[in-house]
């Protein structure tokens, strides 16, 4: 009796101890790739590479560009007439710090691929930039919940329901977190240290810089360090020379950093090399920044940053966006 008593306990154990392995397999589901497609690339001196997708409006085909550092989706202007219908006024401030108020709208669904319906519980703004070659932007409010694969190096733009790639392949991995933008609203940023100093960072798609910090008093704390000089190299506004991508100018002044200060790093990774900072309305990592690593996947499903890196430390005076 005790010997059949050991049997069956021995039995069950093993049995219940697998369970969790079975489960773990059952449960596994591979990635859905929900669209797939090339970059936008717009010239000027050299190439610059722009997150974009296709997408269907009413039966009717467009390009929009992506960007998680902003919350509405913005539609160009004649979209709007035709399709939107006004919903609202929000308040907000321009570009410049100024109070100023925004239209919503409500507008149909937009479709990845013809197929996939981005949520179109959210109004939509009236496109604000002369962006050649699309119609708009898909802000974080029509992001997010969604994996966006941004491969560099082959140019390419995925959409999926998570991500499917091991962390290995990896060389930067972060934890996503919010910080508020200049209407309060709550956009995915990631914590970097700046010239030795911790913030917060925006994740901006499309601002053509590397990184940008918010007037004020965080840039005094750089000054009082002495990693930028106490006056910028050009006053603003600053002329980008990108208005074939929308941005004739960029409030604000740049900051050449000094000796010594010239990195971004992502706790034990670290890049050297950082010429310039440009001073905004709030600390974010820009297009500058991302078109110089060789893939990114903001993952909005379980809030993480994934980078896979050209493994130059000093990547941001060596690398060229595009080769």
Known sequence: ???????????????????????????????????????????NG????????????????????????????????ELIDTLGSEAGLVNTLDYTGQPA?????????????????????QPVTQNRYRHTGTDGIIGFNQMNNLVWDLNFEDRSLSVLDQINDSDSSFDIILKIQRSSDIDQHQ??????DLARTAYPFILEMIEPEIVQIQTGWPLDVLKKKYAINSEPANQAPVSRGLSEIGFLHKYGGRYPLLDGFDTLSFGDYVFTGLPELYEGTRHHIAKLFFDRQRRVVIDLVQ?????????????FRVHQCLP
């Open 46 to 77: 050299q190439q610059y590479l722009l997150p974009c997708v296709s997408v269907s409006i009413a039966n009717q085909e467009y390009k929009l560009l992506v960007n998680t550092g902003q919350f509405y989706t913005d539609i160009k202007k």
């Open 101 to 121: 108020q925004r239209l919503l709208y409500d507008f149909p669904g937009i479709n990845l691929n013809s197929s996939y319906a981005l949520p179109n519980d």
């Open 303 to 315: 809030n993480r940053l994934f980078i896979k890196t050209y493994g130059e430390p000093d990547i």
């Open 187 to 192: 956009l995915p940023a990631i914590q970097a």
């Open 1 to 43: 009796m005790k010997k059949i008593f050991q049997t069956t306990h021995f039995f069950l154990f093993s049995f219940f101890s697998i369970i969790p392995v079975l489960l773990s397999v059952s449960t596994y589901t591979q990635a859905r790739v929900l669209y797939s497609g090339e970059m936008c690339s717009q010239a």
